[in-house]
């Protein structure tokens, strides 16, 4: 690709790899529910890409912050293409746990490789606006994913599906090894930029609050792609509906990152984040009473309209503080932090839902994401 901008070669291997976690994770679910698994193992299944992600997001950003992002990358694609090569190739329930575990283990070094790039390469003042770019692209891969992933369940079979996956990392891979990342520059950390370890980030009370509002929002994503298929199913949905739903929450995504140049020259971070929160709650009460696809995939689409502005904000302002150098590791902070709400909330809402019905489910999640609210709204105000 000698023609891009470096920023855009990171791009494409980034959302290239990212339409096969789309994928991965809807048919992984769907596949779970086909061979009649509870809503419980369901959520433990899906918790389980958030895992190893939990234990290994900050040596992963500090080992980012030493040696660069392409290494990582291609580690990851590596990683992810196990997975799916290995839920494609053996059969049955058991096999999901490793394959859910290995395919979020690779995702992740390659989100904290492109995050962290991203912010190297881009100004102070474009940092949003890149941040952007980064989204908008993740949003295309996102609805390409399930939607891909749905028709292939329909008209060809779960192994289909996940060998659609390993094609998608194993071209990331190549990308990434045929040199598409070798202009990438990187600010490498020193020893003393390391020093306080996690613990001197998370004493810094703007970080604390980025990373309360990040992973609020984080956790309301991750919890769509989860509780989705699950009331799609209960509905009588088939997977290319459930698809369709999923991918018009990605389109509104979509939607709204393309206008993110116009955003954040209007808005500030804190005043969308605020915004974002409060409709994300909104939409979440709004969920259990809609019983048809196309009322489904509305909400679905508004949900994606707020929560599509909130990684670039997030990821700028997680720039805008972390020290100098560490940067990769302040964003594996925000992502074992992110990880460890995947593993808990998936497991203690597909209890809730099993136990106390769709309502209780998605309540409590906009009861949990309108917290934020406050917190975010603090920080409003117009810059001078």
């Not at 990880?339 to 009861?367: D, E, K, Q, T």
Request: with cysteine.
């Amino acid at each position: 690709m000698p023609r891009l901008s470096p920023l855009l070669r990171l791009i494409i291997v980034a959302v290239t790899a990212h339409a096969a976690l789309g994928a991965a994770r809807v048919t992984t679910s769907l596949y779970a529910i086909s061979l009649h698994a509870s809503e419980f193992t369901v959520g433990t299944i899906v918790a389980l890409f958030a895992l190893f992600p939990m234990l290994l997001a900050v040596p992963m950003g500090r080992m980012i912050d030493r040696i660069g992002v392409r290494t990582p990358i291609m580690c990851g694609c590596l990683l992810a293409s196990a997975g799916v090569l290995l839920a494609a190739i053996v059969q049955g329930l058991a096999i999901l746990y490793v394959s859910a575990m290995l395919i979020g283990t690779g995702f992740m070094a390659i989100f904290i490789s492109a995050q962290h790039a991203v912010g190297a390469l881009a100004p102070t003042d474009q940092r949003a606006a890149s941040f952007g770019k980064l989204s908008l692209g993740f949003s295309i891969s996102a609805f390409t994913g399930p939607l891909i992933a749905g028709f292939a369940i329909d008209h060809a079979h779960y192994a289909t599906a996940y060998w659609i996956c390993a094609g998608f990392t194993l071209l990331a891979f190549g990308l990434a090894a045929g040199g598409a990342l070798k202009a990438v520059p990187m600010h490498q950390g020193t020893r003393a930029a390391h020093s306080g370890g996690v613990f001197a980030l998370l004493a810094d009370k703007e970080l604390r609050r980025v990373y309360v509002v990040g992973i609020l929002l984080a956790a309301a994503w991750d919890l769509f792609t989860f509780v989705t298929p699950i009331r799609g199913s209960q509905l009588g949905f088939s997977a290319s509906t459930i698809g369709m739903i999923l991918a018009s929450f990605s389109a509104a995504t979509f939607t709204v990152r393309l206008a993110m140049p116009q955003i954040t020259r209007r808005y500030h971070e804190w005043q969308v984040l605020t915004a974002a929160l409060t409709v994300a709650s909104f939409c979440y009460v709004l969920f259990p009473f809609m019983q048809q696809p196309a009322a489904m995939a509305a909400t679905a689409a508004g949900l994606g309209l707020a929560l599509g502005t909130g990684q670039p904000n997030v990821l700028a302002l997680l720039h805008q503080y972390a020290p100098a150098g560490r940067g990769a590791e302040a964003i594996g902070i925000r992502a074992t932090i992110g990880n460890a709400s995947a593993i808990m909330l998936p497991l203690a809402f597909g209890a809730a839902g099993a136990a106390l019905g769709p309502f209780a489910v998605f309540w409590g999640l906009g009861a949990i994401v309108a917290c934020g609210v406050p917190l975010a709204a603090k920080k409003i105000r117009i810059p001078s």
